[in-house]
């Protein structure tokens, strides 16, 4: 059984920085696996962040997000991370790690990943 264990969230100004990391256990290898970070504000609903494909390291991101967070992953630790910087107000949310064995490009973006951490709470105050 993969288990995936966020940290790192916190409370940070507007155009600070935080990262955020994913440590994954239950399987030796990550092999085909893409991995990604969604986020959930209060009365919303569950919104992609980012992905990584485990083996290529291919990388996509939101629209919202693109140029001001970076994901990336080390294959030795198996963890995935997200550096958060120029933060916003609206950044804010809790934000899970998510993975999947089978994740089709077309279906990247979309939030029903097999597998899924318990979350870990950002906020951004203006």
């Known amino acids: 059984q993969v288990q995936l264990v966020e940290s790192g969230g916190g409370l940070v100004q507007a155009g600070g920085s935080l990262s955020l990391s994913c440590a994954a256990s239950?399987?030796?290898?990550?092999?085909?696996?893409?991995m990604a970070w969604f986020r959930q504000a209060p009365g919303k609903e569950r919104e992609f962040v980012a992905a990584i494909r485990w083996n290529s390291a291919n990388t996509f991101y939101a629209d919202s997000v693109k140029g001001r967070f970076t994901i990336s992953r080390d294959k030795s630790k198996n963890s995935m991370y997200l550096q958060m910087s120029s933060l916003k107000p609206e950044d804010t949310a809790v934000y899970y790690c998510?993975?999947?064995?089978?994740?089709?490009?077309?279906?990247?973006?979309?939030?029903?990943?097999?597998?899924w951490g318990q979350g870990t709470q950002v906020t951004v105050s203006s």
């Open positions: 239950g399987r030796s290898t990550f092999s085909n696996y893409a």
């Open positions: 998510a993975a999947d064995p089978t994740r089709i490009l077309s279906q990247i973006r979309v939030p029903n990943y097999l597998y």
